[in-house]
């Protein structure tokens, strides 16, 4: 008959051994997780310039969509403007239609 016994792990904290293996311990898992933080700081940095070049491309479509206008000869013939000269500045108008 095969009896089974829930044993506890052995654990020195250096009492017997000299050495303080718990905190031998934690360094090791310490450096363990170096390269799965050095990652994750890499992830995080390349997120921030997938975001920006997001930024840039929205602005870029923005002024696409604005410079498309121009093309448009019954959009620029709704604007006009003047300069008049006059004393020590000229005189400046603007109007734009709808």
Do not use: C, E, H
């Amino acid at each position: 008959m095969v009896s089974s016994v829930n044993r506890q792990p052995l654990i020195l904290t250096g009492l017997v051994s000299g050495f303080d293996t718990a905190s031998m311990i934690n360094q090791l898992t310490q450096l363990q997780k170096a390269p799965i933080t050095a990652l994750q700081g890499q992830i995080s940095d390349r997120q921030r310039r997938v975001d920006a070049i997001k930024d840039i491309n929205g602005r870029l479509n923005n002024l696409l969509t604005a410079a498309k206008k121009f093309s448009d000869t019954a959009y620029l013939q709704t604007k006009s403007s003047s300069i008049t000269p006059g004393g020590a500045a000229a005189n400046i108008a603007v109007s734009a239609g709808p």
